[in-house]
């Protein structure tokens, strides 16, 4: 019989190391257990993390494991799949994560499981979608990162314009979490003034830097890619 919060993370590459990382540094979850095609690199990551848990604020159990170890999980999160390379974009992985993914819901939903399924692999919208359709579970319980990972682009970028702390920002990027994404400038505040207020009273402010903004936060990955070779701590924090 499993006690408290059991969350199972397939994929440990950048994103999903990361998410245990954040996980066990936030005391979230009791149970933790890491999957990959590489046990190898599995297997490294839950001897590391343990290493370090005696820093963390509570022990959460980490352990190597494989898809019937998702029987009883709470949360099964997924993280694997191929990555986006320079010059690429998110739909350009679709084809490739299909194959990945259908492979994995169909060996998870086989353990038994009857938890709920957390997406993070791009292209995240079709993936979410998909992870659905193979498993065959109510909808509220397939749920996609989105654009989380946007809205926390957008909201550090306003406030770095406007010089205040970011969790004093209240915005939103909605729609695809890629190149169609759109910013919703209507409902952006900063501490519960409204944006579009503050540009009109201030002419230090300008709309079309709004703009600049918005195409810096859709663009964001591309430059971490072509920077580091891929994007995994925002989302990783926007997972937890």
């Keep these: ?118 997406v993070a692999t791009n292209p995240v919208d079709i993936l979410t979608y998909a992870t659905w359709r193979f498993s065959g579970l109510p909808k509220e319980r397939v749920i996609g990162s989105g654009t989380i990972l946007d809205t926390a682009r957008f909201r550090y970028l306003l406030g770095d314009y406007f010089n205040v702390a970011p969790n004093n920002v209240h915005a939103y990027i909605i729609g695809e979490h890629g190149d169609s994404e759109l910013p919703v400038y209507s409902l952006a505040d900063v501490g519960g003034v409204p944006v579009l207020n503050m540009i009109e009273r201030n002419p230090r402010y300008k709309k079309e830097d709004l703009d600049k903004i918005f195409i810096q936060v859709r663009d964001s990955a591309y430059e971490v890619i072509k920077s580091k070779g891929a994007t995994y701590y925002g989302i990783a924090m926007g997972l937890v």
């Design 1 to 118: 019989m499993k006690k408290g919060n059991y969350v199972a993370i397939i994929g440990t590459g950048f994103v999903g190391s990361s998410y245990a990382f954040a996980l066990m540094n936030q005391g979230i979850a009791d149970e933790l257990i890491l999957i990959d095609v590489n046990k190898e690199k599995a297997f490294g990551d839950v001897m590391d993390l343990n290493h370090g848990k005696v820093f963390a604020p509570d022990l959460t159990h980490i352990r190597y494991g494989q898809y019937e170890d998702c029987t009883d999980a709470d949360l099964v999160v997924i993280c694997a799949g191929a990555n986006q390379k320079e010059g690429e974009t998110r739909l350009d992985l679709v084809e490739k994560n299909l194959k990945i993914f259908k492979s994995i819901v169909e060996s998870v939903m086989a353990s038994g499981f009857d938890g709920i399924f957390l």
